[in-house]
């Protein structure tokens, strides 16, 4: 969520989420609510789409490795961190293979 609410300071442009999970993509259009343990996330990312555009897309599992090694990086360095305008070192070489291409008409 703290990247969401940084997004939405930082440009004025719609927000595409890249998800490679049916589920939390499906929890974050459905209008019911669930009584997961999610569900308080849920709702606050809920809350957070409704003040800007939101681009929701389904990727494959292949093409999720930056955000599936910036998970790493967050569990074995215990931090959170913020990069604007290039990302860490341990993603570099990700970037291209992870490269998700999208029209916007």
Request: one cysteine or more; glycine letters at 4%.
């Amino acid at each position: 969520m703290q990247g969401m609410a940084l997004a939405i300071q930082h440009s004025n442009l719609p927000i595409i989420i890249q998800s490679d999970s049916s589920q939390a993509l499906l929890a974050l259009t459905g209008e019911s609510l669930s009584r997961s343990a999610y569900d308080h996330l849920v709702a606050e990312i809920r809350h957070l789409m409704g003040e800007r555009e939101f681009i929701l897309l389904k990727i494959k599992r292949e093409h999720n490795r930056v955000a599936d090694r910036l998970t790493m990086y967050s569990r074995t360095e215990s931090t959170t961190a913020v990069w604007l305008g290039q990302g860490p070192p341990c993603i570099q070489e990700l970037l291209p293979l992870d490269c998700n291409p999208m029209n916007m008409e």
